[in-house]
């Protein structure tokens, strides 16, 4: 037993270094770190912070750039300490420091686990923050409940990652729920983790709205896109806009105010609507809606763009963001992903933002 024990052990330190030697390829540690130093010099230059935006991309990129370096510095360090403890360790038969080398290797693989997984994002704007829009479906109270626990569901999932989270925007239903809303993720690949929701999510419950208690089927769209910044050419014509102030409407609190502060943008060539009443500043809503707009624009561009290359490709599964992707059905306990057959039966929990298992399987298909 302690010979089979010995074995694994040195078959992880072998894995986890070849493993890493992988990583270092594939993600260009060299370049990585090279540019790494050029960019933590140009964040030491004090000219930087004379220009606000330049300095928070180059934050951003300094953040991105450290996740990828350090992590495969600190887990290179881990297997070169493992191994020669492990060396150490084993002669004498120091049982304690072998299993504390176990655990650092454990470590270690969780790091690469997650390094790993970025592999998953080849879209150029995974890493970028995202907007989530969210609409409720034919149906009324009903579908207006559900697309308000969806909202829910996805800010606690924004939560749990550790994205900040940001409601822009939100149109209260008649009785219950919202009829839409927009919520902003701001974090590392906020939009390469969300970007697979996109689709149709179909609820089934006995409605709590039905004095006969019958079983209601509801539909809500969810619609995810990048937030693009600068470095990427959108042109906007100022005459094809119309901008609207209205007064800002919500449960209360920050988002109340006795001002037309909130903004709605109509881009008329694309019927394209953003509107943002996250703040009390009419011009920094105006701000936040022209971003999501540029941001909707470049996502249709894309999908135009996609579905161009799909028409070409006969055979392939259609990946337009108005079909069902998911199933929520609560009296029988189960959510099922019609895209990937992964099923779960614990409803509550992935109704309090555990999408992972979701997500995670999206991206490893492909879809």
Known sequence: MEAER???????????????????????????????????????????????????????????????????????????DSRDLFDMAKPDGDWDTIEAVAADLANAEAKIAELEFRRMFSNPMDPNACFVDIQSGAGGTEAQDWAGMLMRMFMRYGERKGFTVELMEESEGEVAGISSCTIKFSGEYAYGFLRTETGVHRLVRVSPFDSNARRHTSFSSVFVYPEVDDSIEIEINPA????????????????????????????????????????????????????????????????????????????KSDIGWGHQIRSYVFDQSRVKDLRTNIEVGNVKGVMDGDLDIFIQASLKQGV
Request: with cysteine; glycine share 6%.
């Open 6 to 80: 010995l074995n694994q052990i040195e078959n992880s330190i072998a894995d986890l270094a070849a493993r890493g030697d992988e990583l270092r390829r594939y993600l260009d540690y060299p370049g990585k770190k090279d540019r790494l130093e050029e960019v933590s010099r140009l964040t030491e230059d004090p000219e930087l912070w004379n220009d606000p935006k330049r300095a928070q991309e180059i934050g951003k990129e300094k953040k991105l750039l450290e996740s990828v370096v350090l992590g495969l510095d600190e887990i290179g360090q881990i297997v070169v």
């Open 240 to 315: 094809d806009l119309r901008i609207d102030t209205y007064r800002a409407s919500g449960a209360g609190g920050q988002h109340i105010n006795k001002t037309d502060s909130a903004v709605r943008i109509t881009h008329n060539p694309s019927g394209i609507v953003v509107q943002c009443q996250n703040d009390r500043s009419q011009h920094r809503n105006k701000d936040e809606a022209m971003q999501m707009l540029r941001a909707k624009l470049y996502e249709a561009e894309l999908r135009r763009r996609m579905e161009a290359q799909q028409s070409l490709e006969a055979g």
